[in-house]
C-alpha cells in the first residue's frame, strides 16, 4: 500500500514539474538555433527570455497544480488520519 502511494508521488511530482521543463527546454533550443544562426554570443538574451517564459507558465498553471497537490495531500493525510489501515 505505501508503494502505491509513493509511485503516486513520483508521478505527481512529475506531471506538476513538466510543464515548466518541456517551456525551458524548448525556448532553450529555439534561443540556441537563433543565436547560432545569427551567431550570437550574449548569454543574458536568452536567460532574460526563459525567465520570462518560466514565470508566465507557472501563472497560468500555478493554480492547476497547486489544486493537484492539495488534493493528494489531503488524500495523505486523510490516510494517516485513518487508525488501523
Not at 543574458?44 to 492539495?70: N, R, S
Request: proline share 5%; hydrophobic share 65%; charged share 5%.
Amino acid at each position: 500500500m505505501l508503494s502505491y502511494y509513493v509511485n503516486q508521488a513520483l508521478w505527481l511530482s512529475f506531471l506538476v514539474a513538466a510543464p515548466v521543463v518541456i517551456v525551458t527546454m524548448v525556448i532553450g533550443f529555439v534561443l540556441g538555433f537563433i543565436q547560432a544562426i545569427f551567431q550570437l554570443q550574449d548569454q543574458a538574451l536568452p536567460f532574460a527570455i526563459k525567465l520570462l517564459c518560466v514565470t508566465l507558465t507557472l501563472v497560468m498553471l500555478g493554480p492547476w497544480m497547486a489544486g493537484t497537490l492539495m488534493q493528494f495531500t489531503e488524500a495523505i493525510l486523510t490516510l494517516i488520519a485513518l487508525p488501523g489501515q
